[in-house]
């Protein structure tokens, strides 16, 4: 069974920085194009920002321009989101997904999602 997990998630102040990993099992990563997503309570799902599957193509939204960094490391089956100069309004469950080679930010692009990891910035 094809599995994605998220880690890195956790409690930061407003300005700080995290890490979010998204590993996957059962399946080679290199085939799929990977987005992020999140949703905070009481809203929808929204794209974060997505890679291709070669890693020669990066989107995010508008409102994460500049302050996350999307990447990936085939090798290791890895991608990643740097989360920089967060903001309170940041705070969501964020997860990862698996889509097409050429998936964007519309979370029904996407095949396979891991479980989420809770991202709360607060002073």
């Known amino acids: 069974q094809v599995q994605l997990v998220e880690s890195g998630g956790g409690f930061v102040q407003p300005g700080g920085s995290l890490r979010l990993s998204c590993a996957a099992s059962?399946?080679?990563?290199?085939?799929?194009?990977i987005g992020w997503f999140r949703q905070a309570p009481g809203k929808e799902r929204e794209g974060v920002s997505c890679?291709?599957?070669?890693?020669?193509?990066?989107r995010y939204a508008d409102s994460v321009k500049g302050r996350f960094t999307i990447s990936r490391d085939n090798a290791k089956n890895l991608v990643y989101l740097q989360l920089n100069s967060l903001k309170p309004e940041d705070t969501a469950v964020y997860y990862c997904a698996a889509g097409s080679y050429s998936a964007g930010l519309g979370p029904y692009e996407y095949d396979y999602w891991g479980q989420g990891t809770q991202v709360t910035v607060s002073s």
């Open positions: 890679i291709s599957n070669r890693a020669a193509f990066t």
């Open positions: 059962r399946f080679t990563l290199d085939y799929y194009a």
